[in-house]
């Protein structure tokens, strides 16, 4: 039997490196839109272009013209279409270089059972409050961001711009507060906002008992680097929301390690 003569193909060591580079890029594309209505625009893009195909090889001029009018508005289109899932693929890529960045610095400059310390001395209010209000079974809705978008939450909820504290927190979210719908947003242990009104996960893969509360813990965390925490009303249950994924039921003790690490 003769052998196969691959030599046609010159393969380069940096054509491998070119196709893992764009399958890695395909596969954090896929994670970012998966499960979402997004994936049903883009199945519904490559359809438009198939058909585009085979009406220009059968030679239709009019539907070829107007199918290549529209692909070649594509690239335009698919910012506008795709822009919260292209926000939210830059933002990942981002903070896994800021989170890297930060901490080389930390381990070059500060000693890291200091710094846990010191996070757990400033989470101890909050973790209080949740231990609390999971008592008492009362709704509530932390936002934990590096930074403060003004227009992205001022706009919706009501300054305060306060330490964080125990009592604060109980008296936003009991029932008979004005403030206690929507979430309190706390940058840097201070609260800034609270009855902030958050955009809902669009995703079609969450259950069925997840209520307002939890779809905008994930929607927020979907599209920023903040992280999120969910006492529900009629569970008691603590939930932690990260990059559109949720730990439900969680205890106490994984609570202000998740914080401690994401803070």
């Known amino acids: 039997m003769d052998n196969f003569d691959l030599s046609f193909l010159n393969i380069r060591f940096l054509d491998i490196i070119d196709v893992l580079l764009v399958a890695i ?4 594309v896929y994670n970012l839109i998966r499960g979402t209505i997004a994936v049903n625009i883009l199945v519904g893009l490559v359809i438009i ?10 030679q239709m001029r009019l539907l070829t013209e107007i199918f290549g009018g529209f692909i070649s ?13 292209i926000r939210r693929f830059l933002l990942h890529i981002g903070k896994n270089i800021s989170l890297r960045r930060n901490r080389l610095f930390m ?8 710094v846990e310390k010191d996070n ?7 973790i209080d ?11 509530a809705l932390l936002v934990f961001s590096k930074y403060f978008d003004e227009e992205y939450y001022q706009n919706s909820g009501e300054f305060i711009d306060a330490q964080v504290s125990k009592r604060l927190l109980e008296s936003i979210f009991q029932k008979h507060s004005p403030l206690h719908d929507g979430a309190v947003v706390i940058v840097d ?30 929607g927020v965390t979907e599209m920023s680097d903040a992280v999120a925490v969910v006492v ?28 401690n690490e994401d803070l």
Do not use: W
């Open 25 to 28: 890029i395909i596969y954090y």
């Open 49 to 58: 272009y198939l058909v585009y195909i085979v009406v220009k090889q059968s």
């Open 73 to 85: 508005v594509g690239s335009i289109a698919l910012i506008v279409v795709f822009q919260q899932e």
């Open 107 to 114: 381990s070059l400059f500060l000693n890291k059972n200091d």
């Open 120 to 126: 757990t001395a400033r989470l101890k209010p909050i």
């Open 129 to 139: 409050a949740c231990r609390s209000m999971q008592k008492s079974r009362t709704g």
């Open 189 to 218: 242990f201070k609260i800034k906002t609270a009855s902030c009104i958050l955009p809902l996960s669009d995703s079609e893969d969450l259950p069925l008992q997840f209520g307002l509360r939890h779809r905008a813990a994930i």
């Open 232 to 259: 529900s009303e009629e569970t008691g249950e603590i939930s932690y929301a990260k990059q559109g994924n949720v730990n439900m039921n969680i205890g106490y003790e994984d609570l202000e390690r998740l914080l």
